[in-house]
């Protein structure tokens, strides 16, 4: 038998697993479970199983054979529970994971059962276990179990010797195959992860309380399911039902009762109606909860159950979504179960009520548990705090679905029985990502469409109360009762009715744009997850490179730019006026080693924490029931100031309340400098709505140079107020004369057509600077004999040149790029804020950077930054470059100012920002400061 210290890693986790046992021992030990007094009686009689096992992994699986549940086969080690084994220091290094076990271990502890539990049926309830469990109670095996998403529990009366110590037994096997969702995804959890319990009721029991909240007529309709033993004589019961409001002031109670007829075994189904009054509805704004207690008694036996839920109703049947019969927006984020210290989230209702508050405070109101369900105390927690949860079943992609169908139609029933009275649970989606067409042939995608109409039809029968989807990601898969797609935040032009005519859930949002990675997150990394050999090679290549001490400002600058996209795809959303919500991807950043190297997108880094450029007070502003919009996108926020312009405004309002009689006010700010104001007032908006409110008239500005301005705008009626603002980067016509010869090279005549100054190059005549597209023959000779040039290169001009885009779209997913912009240079004449931002989306996003290895010793680039860059096509694994846009360099007797901003193309399209940055590379080039100190011979092509 192998020992379990040989898996564990001694110090830390060993530690940490002595101290919580004395913790666990004092606290929980065999003390009864927490009971339910609310009616001054207590509810069944119960017992907490948690704190400390005596333990024993069993990799040979030899347990069974050699009769490891009998009393004396002592186990040496100990185990909490709950707790996955990972986070007890158990099993080697897989790589990816300190510690992993895959395989069978067994569980073991003697419980004094009460004596007064002698004649009660006895049961042993584990809320969730990673897989196979088997059961037995003094010796004796009582039931098994294959599954590990939901709770479930068993029978051991006729094993259980009340009034004595009890010896009972789990084996837990994690091994095999099976469905995969995000539960496992990081790792293949293992044991016991969620309370176990005993409890003792009668003989004749309620099994099941289902309240179905009928919000149109007042009342709740109850529907119980009564169950039995066996040698129980037919009797006449009372079945009543109360229903209470749960909150800091006592409201009125409501009942119904009604008389039934038991005859045991047979399991009874029945329902009762609740009429109610003053009603307070369940939403995520007002999270009013009710507890409807059911009280079975007679032929001298009792049973009670108490139930929370919510009046609320989600109605799907048309294209807007509704809740509690108002148009409804969801601000969704995506949960991966990402715990990279723990594996799995205790189950801690505090803990849940901690982090939704959290992920609340930056304005979500949705989270999508990613092919996955969260715990009951997630629910419980959702249900206070007011946050809807779209929970999957474990099918992370399509090709887990049919091999696994048995096991995930169990998953679903209980998935549903467990959770249908929250009113938390907005949705169940049977997966994530069903792609058809990855499938072999049309049968096996004919049997996958049966198979997703069969799992939906037995959906709706157990709980009719919640939209069911057919999956997560492909919205055309029917039948579905909501529809979600993945859409780009980038389109001109979002889909207008979605198929089926039901409401449409923006599936994993954000383009999985992200950030650079946070190198000194490696430190942190003390948990189950183990620092990825990428980012490893990453943080080598940070030293290598004497990056150290600027690296977290090139890092906070990705961020910020990460910023500017995620306030643009949310507002992008509700500008499109054809969508119901958005399940934004990712609340945390992503570990790296599971799926390549760390996905930087997340509002959070990957601890869960704040502390990235992510602001609550920021995010929450377009992230909230009401927005306020600018009808201008991304590129369009560069004007000319010399210009008269207008700015759109629009209101996205799914507040509860109208906007009535509101007023806009609005200024364009530079500092405390007022250029402009404005104010409109009789603005109305009704629930659902999204319009223009305001057309904001801009004379034309009298700026000296361009100027980073602010544009600040705030509606406000006599409920509430509501404010946005836009940087706006105003640039004014520089000088269209000069006294130089210009002259450019050919294909850059259309691009620079609007400069008549600008002449087609002859090189028997050679001008005062030459603009080129490449440094052909020509041009190379005109520099080295000492002249001057502006380099616009092209697309593969020089050695080491490549694609170096503000955002990186399809390119690198889940990283990004930041930028330096140094000051005391020609730059500091354009507005920036030391890196690039929105004022070159047009410049960047088709624009190249030169790797800077390749680059002279001693070099120093005016713009530069690093990008983190997908190694191979099709992986997920990035490696980091240095790449300028914008450098001088001496070439021969003469001088080459090199840019890679896409400006041909942005001239081309008139854009005021790249009009007034290639007059200061003209000016820059004819002011005498044009003097290189270095040679760039090496970054020529060869021919």
Same mark, same amino acid.
Not at 57 to 67: I, L, M, T
Not at 468 to 478: F, H, Y
Not at 559 to 571: A, F, G, T, W
């Given at each position: 038998m192998m020992h379990l210290l040989s898996f564990m890693k001694r110090g830390r986790i060993y530690g940490r697993l002595m101290a919580g046992l004395l913790v666990v021992s004092l606290f929980f030990g065999c003390e009864p479970a927490a009971r339910d007094t609310s009616a001054g009686r207590p509810a069944r009689s119960g017992l907490s199983l948690d704190g400390p096992w005596a333990f024993a +992994? =069993? *990799? /040979?699986? %030899?347990? /069974?054979?050699?009769?490891w549940w009998a009393a004396d086969r002592v186990f040496a080690d100990k185990i909490i529970v709950p707790g996955c084994w990972q986070d007890q220091g158990i099993g080697q290094s897989n790589g990816k994971l300190r510690h992993h076990y895959e395989g069978a271990a067994w569980y073991k502890k003697a419980v004094l059962v009460p004596g007064e539990w002698k004649g009660k049926t006895v049961w042993l309830a584990i809320g969730g276990a990673a897989r196979y469990t088997k059961v037995f109670v003094n010796g004796k095996m009582v039931g098994e179990h294959d599954g590990f998403m939901t709770p479930f529990r068993f029978d051991i009366s006729e094993a259980v010797n009340a009034g004595a110590e009890n010896v009972i037994a789990l084996r837990? =096997?994690?091994s095999g195959g099976g469905p995969m969702g995000c539960f496992? !995804?990081?790792g293949n959890w293992g044991g016991i992860y969620r309370r176990v319990t005993m409890e003792a009721s009668d003989n004749v029991w309620i099994e099941d309380v289902f309240v179905i909240p009928d919000v149109d007529r007042n009342q709740a309709r109850v529907k119980v399911t009564l169950g039995g033993r066996e040698n129980i004589q037919p009797f006449r019961a009372n079945l009543k039902v109360k229903v209470t409001y749960v909150g800091g002031t006592k409201g009125k109670t409501f009942a119904a009762e009604k008389e039934i007829d038991m005859k045991p075994p047979q399991e009874l189904e029945t329902e009762m109606d609740v009429p109610m009054s003053d009603v307070k509805l369940w939403s995520p704004e007002t999270p009013h909860l009710y507890a409807a207690e059911v009280t079975l008694s007679g032929g001298g036996m009792q049973d009670r159950q108490s139930v929370r839920f919510g009046m609320r109703k989600i109605d799907w049947t048309g294209e807007r979504l509704l809740v509690n019969g108002r148009p409804y927006f969801l601000r969704g984020y995506g949960d991966d179960n990402i715990e990279v210290i723990t594996g799995l989230p205790p189950a801690s209702k505090k803990f849940f009520r901690q982090r939704l508050r959290l992920t609340k405070s930056f304005g979500f109101n949705d989270v999508r548990f990613h092919s996955h369900a969260p715990l009951e105390e997630c629910f419980q927690a959702a249900d206070e705090e007011g946050m809807f949860i779209q929970a999957e079943l474990p099918s992370v992609y399509i090709f887990y679905f049919l091999p696994n169908k048995e096991l995930l139609r169990k998953e679903l029933v209980r998935m549903l029985k467990a959770y249908r009275n929250h009113p938390s649970f907005f949705s169940l989606a049977l997966g994530n990502e069903f792609y058809l067409p990855a499938l072999k042939d049309d049968e096996e995608r004919q049997q996958f469409r049966d198979t997703v109409r069969e799992f939906y039809d037995l959906a709706k029968t157990l709980d009719p109360t919640? *939209?069911?989807?057919?999956? =997560? &990601? /492909? *919205? =055309?898969?029917?039948p579905t009762d909501i529809h979600s797609g993945g859409i780009s935040p980038l389109l001109a032009e979002w889909p207008g009715t979605p198929p089926g005519g039901r409401p449409y859930i923006c599936h994993e949002y954000g383009m999985y744009q992200g950030s650079l990675p946070d190198l000194a997150a490696n430190e942190r990394l003390t948990g189950v997850i183990l620092p990825s050999a990428g980012m490893e090679a990453q943080v080598k290549w940070v030293q290598e490179h004497s990056l150290g001490e600027i690296y977290p400002a090139v890092l906070r600058n990705s961020?910020?730019?990460?910023?500017?996209?995620?306030?643009?795809?949310?507002?992008k959303a509700r500008l499109s006026g054809t969508i119901d919500g958005y399940n934004y991807w990712l609340i945390t950043d992503f570990p790296g080693g599971v799926e390549g190297d760390m996905w930087a997108y997340g509002v959070l880094d990957q601890f869960w924490q704040p502390g990235k450029q992510a602001l609550p007070e920021n995010v929450s502003k377009v992230n909230s029931p009401t927005v306020l919009l600018l009808d201008a996108g991304l590129g369009d926020r560069c004007i000319r100031a010399d210009q008269p312009g207008t700015f759109r405004i629009k209101v996205s309002h799914f507040g509860t309340d109208p906007i009535q009689a509101g007023t806009l006010t609005w200024r364009l700010l530079s500092g405390t400098k007022v250029w402009a104001e404005g104010r409109q007032s009789g603005i109305n908006a009704g629930t659902g709505d999204l319009k223009e409110i305001a057309a904001i008239k801009l004379d034309a500005l009298p700026l000296e140079r361009a100027e980073l301005l602010e544009l600040v705008v705030e509606l406000r009626d006599t409920a509430s107020g509501y404010t946005n603002s836009w940087p706006i980067w105003a640039f004014p016509h520089a000088s269209l004369g000069r006294k130089e010869t210009i002259a450019c090279q050919t294909q850059l005549a259309g691009s620079l057509a609007d400069y008549d100054f600008i002449r087609t190059f002859d090189p028997a005549q050679p001008p005062d600077i030459l603009i080129a597209a490449e440094l052909d023959g020509d041009a190379q000779q005109y520099v080295r004999a000492g002249g001057k040039v502006i380099l616009l290169a092209k697309n593969d %001009?020089? %050695? &080491?040149? %490549?694609? #170096? +885009?503000? #955002?990186? !779209? &399809?390119d690198t997913q889940g990283a990004g790029s930041g930028t330096i912009i140094e000051r005391g240079g020609l730059m500091d004449v354009f507005p920036h804020r030391g890196f690039c931002e929105e004022q070159f989306l047009n410049l960047m996003q088709t624009g190249t950077g030169i790797d800077m290895d390749v680059l002279p010793r001693g070099l120093r680039p005016e713009v530069w930054g690093i990008r983190a860059k997908r190694e191979q096509p099709g992986s997920y694994n990035v490696s980091l470059t240095r790449r300028a846009m914008l450098f001088t360099g001496k070439l021969g007797k003469g001088k080459v100012l090199i840019c890679t901003f896409d400006l041909p193309k942005a001239l081309s399209e008139k854009r005021p920002e790249a009009d007034y940055l290639f007059q200061l590379l003209l000016d820059y080039a004819v002011s005498g400061k044009l003097e290189p100190e270095t040679e760039i011979e090496g970054i020529l092509k060869s021919e």
């Open positions: +992994p =069993d *990799p /040979e699986k %030899a347990g /069974e054979k050699e009769q837990v =096997d994690n496992n !995804y990081l919640r *939209p069911i989807l057919s999956n =997560d &990601g /492909e *919205p =055309d898969l029917l961020q910020l730019v990460l910023e500017i996209h995620r306030k643009n795809s949310l507002e %001009a020089l %050695a &080491g040149q %490549a694609s #170096f +885009p503000l #955002f990186n !779209y &399809g």
